[in-house]
């Protein structure tokens, strides 16, 4: 019997969403700034013949407890539309069978991309049943096209292009949804130093859209691409590719608090009241910077720039989480790579 393939990926998530908000249609055109982080999305594929009476499609969606069947050319997505319809864009060769493994420890919701690493994985992982290669780019339009063009869902660009290159970037959106990243290399010392002073803080409950997100958006597609919110915003991304670029840590944190200030600007509840009790906290224990991840509103999570001592932002994390329910911290680590896939071979019994 033949052995069976397996298919493996990974992708990160990001942070610090400098510029957040430009990346979309209303916008027509923006910069970015973000950093592609650990921990990862991660998909495992099984591949097999198919035999009678077997799924062509099995998911398991880990975090979830979940299993489920999924037919490929269906247009009806009832248990997680996101991975129905990242299989039926890709499509499965009718010959095979394959199983799906999904997982990731980052919290679904937390405003860090999430939903983009796990399409930036899985529809990767799917590229390899079939000849030829998407490029980390077309992976990245890939997935941004599930989202908007198949789920109708209001997306950005800016998530799923971090996931499918990692690092840091800086991201210039020409022309919705096209752009081009550049990614900012730092010598080793500034990239192990912004690893130590991040902290990424949960607020303990999944970020919601709500209403808020309609009537910004609503606000600023009245007032066009060139207006002086979005501009403000496109600025904190320039500042902060410069900032890391000299690795000038004052200025990114700088660059970080601008971003969140003229995010609330938009629609103050997009800096919510858990997110400032927070800013507050980290402040006082010497936080150069704060980034309230995402389009920001309920839930969610922050992105924190710590100050020079170790010490000082172990003790600010226990007080957030002492201080603030349901508040955690997520370990990062940044990740100098984007999608990766690859595959292996089953252990022998």
């Given amino acids: 019997m033949r052995t069976p393939r397996v298919i493996n990926a990974c992708a990160p998530i990001r942070v610090c969403d400098n510029g957040g908000w430009t990346d979309t249609w209303f916008a027509r055109y923006g910069t970015v700034f973000n950093i592609g982080v650990y921990p990862y999305a991660e998909v495992q594929i099984v591949v097999e013949p198919l035999k009678a009476d077997e799924p062509r499609v099995s998911i398991f969606a880990e975090n979830y407890g979940e299993r489920f069947v999924v037919e490929p050319e269906s247009l009806g997505w009832d248990r997680h539309p996101l991975l129905e319809a990242a299989v039926c864009r890709m499509g499965v060769p009718d010959d095979i069978s394959i199983k799906v493994s999904i997982y990731s420890e980052a919290p679904a919701g937390g405003s860090t991309g999430t939903s983009a690493a796990v399409s930036v994985a899985l529809i990767g992982a799917l590229d390899r049943l079939t000849p030829g290669r998407l490029s980390p780019?077309?992976?990245?339009?890939?997935?941004?096209?599930?989202?908007?063009?198949?789920?109708?869902?209001?997306?950005?660009?800016?998530?799923?292009?971090?996931?499918?290159?990692?690092?840091?970037?800086?991201?210039?959106?020409?022309?919705?949804?096209?752009?081009?990243?550049?990614?900012?290399?730092?010598?080793?010392?500034?990239?192990?130093?912004?690893?130590?002073?991040?902290?990424?803080?949960?607020?303990?409950?999944?970020?919601?859209?709500?209403?808020?997100?309609?009537?910004?958006?609503?606000?600023?597609?009245?007032?066009?691409?060139?207006?002086?919110?979005?501009?403000?915003?496109?600025?904190?991304?320039?500042?902060?590719?410069?900032?890391?670029?000299?690795?000038?840590?004052?200025?990114l944190g700088a660059a970080m608090t601008e971003n969140t200030d003229a995010q609330a600007n938009l629609n103050d509840a997009l800096v919510s009241t858990e997110a400032r009790?927070?800013?507050?906290?980290?402040?006082?224990?010497?936080?150069?910077?704060?980034?309230?991840?995402?389009?920001?509103?309920?839930?969610?999570?922050?992105?924190?720039?710590?100050?020079?001592?170790?010490?000082?932002?172990?003790?600010?994390?226990?007080?957030?989480?002492?201080?603030?329910?349901?508040?955690?911290?997520?370990?990062?680590?940044?990740?100098?790579?984007?999608?990766?896939?690859w595959e292996s071979q089953r252990d022998k019994a």
């Fill in 137 to 251: 780019h077309e992976v990245a339009y890939t997935a941004h096209a599930v989202e908007t063009e198949m789920l109708n869902q209001q997306c950005g660009i800016q998530d799923q292009l971090c996931s499918a290159y990692g690092g840091i970037n800086y991201i210039e959106m020409f022309q919705y949804p096209y752009a081009c990243v550049s990614q900012i290399g730092v010598p080793n010392g500034v990239w192990w130093e912004l690893e130590r002073r991040l902290a990424l803080i949960y607020l303990g409950r999944s970020h919601s859209s709500s209403d808020i997100h309609s009537k910004v958006i609503k606000d600023l597609e009245g007032q066009g691409p060139d207006a002086p919110k979005l501009n403000a915003l496109r600025l904190t991304a320039r500042k902060s590719r410069d900032a890391i670029s000299a690795g000038d840590f004052q200025a």
């Fill in 277 to 341: 009790q927070i800013i507050e906290i980290a402040r006082s224990h010497g936080a150069i910077g704060w980034k309230v991840n995402g389009a920001g509103g309920d839930g969610g999570s922050l992105t924190l720039l710590c100050g020079d001592s170790s010490s000082a932002k172990r003790v600010m994390i226990r007080e957030i989480e002492d201080s603030v329910p349901l508040s955690r911290n997520i370990p990062v680590y940044l990740s100098r790579f984007g999608l990766r896939v």
